[in-house]
């Protein structure tokens, strides 16, 4: 069946440093495959998304590539900032649409 | 666009009680989704209509529960005889048809459930 799997947390940065959370994935067919935030007591946002090999989703200075020949998603922001503080994840979904998530990644942005 | 709403945002209830939930999907979106969310781990699918129709259902989706979406608006799910295990945020999403949203699902803000 379909898996994600993401770094653990939780991911602890100085404010402008660079961000990186690895994901990968194990999939049947094509997946899209998207990143999630979610800020404290707040819902589920969907930050990013790619739709097939080679796209590049981008949102909020956040990067992600789809890459089929190491089916990975990896999560990129060139300086983080306070506020990039949250959960964040990774997910695919299937031909129905269903979301598979992975744990998540919590990232803490200290001034 | 209102977003998608969920009620109640919490409910505490004892082992044994059943709980029912509220998901208001986004309007036009045709397709609804609930998970489950567990302390520390990423929501799990729980269940999915298309309009009226229940699709499919997880194996996590066991005999106590059952979800509802008729006239393919809002959507319910209960629980039956709740467990210490039940206690979990529930979450709704929704999403237009996918022609056009090319799986983009919308989240509510979750109900968090507590058995105790």
């Known amino acids: 069946g379909n898996s994600v799997t993401q770094m653990e947390g939780p991911v602890t940065l100085s404010e402008e440093a660079f961000l990186t959370i690895n994901c990968t994935y194990t999939?049947?067919?094509?997946?899209?495959l998207f990143w999630y935030v979610q800020y404290p007591g707040e819902g589920l946002q969907l930050l990013l998304k790619?739709?097939?090999?080679?796209d590049k989703g981008s949102n909020k200075g956040f990067e992600a590539t789809y890459r089929k020949e190491t089916t990975s998603f990896h999560l990129e922001k060139g300086s983080v900032q306070v506020s990039d503080s949250a959960v964040y994840f990774c997910?695919?979904?299937?031909?129905?649409?269903?979301?598979?998530f992975g744990a998540g990644t919590q990232v803490v942005v200290t001034p | 666009d209102t977003g998608v709403s969920q009620d109640p945002r919490h409910k505490i209830t004892k082992r044994g009680q059943n709980v029912t939930f509220r998901c208001d999907p986004i309007?036009?979106?045709?397709?609804l989704y609930w998970y489950r969310q567990t302390l520390g781990q990423g929501p799990e699918f729980l269940t999915y209509?298309?309009?009226?129709?229940?699709?499919?259902k997880s194996r996590l989706l066991s005999d106590r529960f059952s979800a509802e979406r008729p006239k393919g608006s809002f959507s319910t799910l209960e629980i039956q005889r709740t467990e210490q295990g039940d206690s979990a945020m529930y979450l709704c999403?929704?999403?237009?048809?996918?022609?056009?949203?090319?799986?983009?699902?919308?989240f509510g803000a979750g109900t968090r459930l507590s058995v105790l």
């Open positions: 999403a929704s999403s237009p048809p996918l022609r056009l949203a090319k799986n983009i699902q919308y």
């Open positions: 999939a049947t067919g094509y997946p899209s």
């Open positions: 790619a739709t097939k090999a080679d």
């Open positions: 997910a695919l979904s299937d031909s129905w649409g269903k979301l598979q």
């Open positions: 309007s036009e979106h045709n397709r």
């Open positions: 209509f298309q309009n009226e129709a229940q699709l499919e």
